[in-house]
């Protein structure tokens, strides 16, 4: 059983930054693309940012190309997401994600549709 737990959300002014974590288990981490997507109030869920199963390929929404950073540590099973330069309009509930299948083509790992499996979200709020 697949489970995530997002952590390092808060509260935080415009132009600072902040680093979500998210912690996986169930099944075996370097295997799988992971990702994060973002909610805010009164929107549909998008995707922020990808990160192929062995770190080395990364993408991100126009949105945050340049102010956002996706890593991974294999070794401890999680995943980042270094957020700077932040606007009020980052303000949501960030979520990770974890790809349907392991491994899988560039395009694959790339894209939306392949995660399946989801944290429970983590708020981050950007005043102005």
């Known amino acids: 059983q697949v489970q995530l737990v997002e952590s390092g959300g808060g509260l935080v002014q415009a132009g600072g930054s902040l680093r979500l974590s998210c912690a996986a288990s169930?099944?075996?981490?370097?295997?799988?693309?992971m990702a994060w997507f973002r909610q805010a109030p009164g929107k549909e869920r998008e995707f922020v940012a990808a990160i192929n199963w062995s770190g080395d390929n990364s993408y991100y929404a126009d949105s945050v190309k340049g102010r956002y950073t996706i890593s991974r540590d294999n070794a401890k099973n999680t995943v980042y997401l270094q957020m700077n330069s932040l606007k009020p309009e980052d303000t949501a509930v960030y979520y990770c994600?974890?790809?349907?299948?392991?491994?899988?083509?560039?395009?694959?790992?790339?894209?939306?549709?392949?995660?399946?499996?989801w944290g429970q979200g983590t708020h981050v709020t950007v005043s102005s």
């Open positions: 169930g099944r075996t981490f370097n295997m799988y693309a």
């Open positions: 994600a974890q790809a349907h299948k392991a491994f899988g083509s560039r395009s694959y790992q790339s894209s939306p549709a392949s995660f399946g499996y």
